[in-house]
């Protein structure tokens, strides 16, 4: 995985350490990357345009009124290949999600480059 810039998605800013910005690099670089994928809704944006970059998480909990078990069944799928477009992303196990009022959380084992790693997003 190449280096990046560190974001905090909560304040929608790069993180700053005296006055420069802070690199992530290894498996860091990739939970950023994991994050950024997941919150990019797929074919949405044209800086992705041939990009096959993101998932359509959106279109699968907002205003649906679809059984939770085959939403859930469908982000698993959405997610795991976009994720495995990663080449640092072998495989993606002991996946769940669940839905709490407008809070999304899924939770996952991803088996990586840099070992396994076990990652619980909130959307």
């Known amino acids: ?21 802070v690199i992530l690099s290894g498996i860091n ?3 950023l990357w994991i994050q950024k994928c997941m919150r990019t809704q797929l074919y949405i ?22 059984n939770f078990d085959f939403a859930e069944s469908e ?11 990663n080449e640092d992303i072998y495989s993606m196990s002991g996946f769940s999600a669940e839905k709490v009022g407008a809070i999304l959380k899924i939770s996952f084992t991803l088996n990586t480059a840099y070992g396994e790693s076990a990652e619980v997003y909130t959307i």
């Open 1 to 21: 995985m190449k280096k990046t810039f560190d974001f905090d998605f909560g304040n929608g800013e790069f993180v700053m350490k005296d006055g420069n910005p």
């Open 29 to 31: 670089a990739l939970k």
């Open 45 to 66: 944006y044209s800086i992705y345009k041939d990009k096959q970059y993101g998932a359509n998480i959106e279109d699968l909990v907002i205003g649906k009124s679809y």
């Open 75 to 85: 982000l698993r799928r959405e997610i795991e290949t976009a994720l495995l477009r």
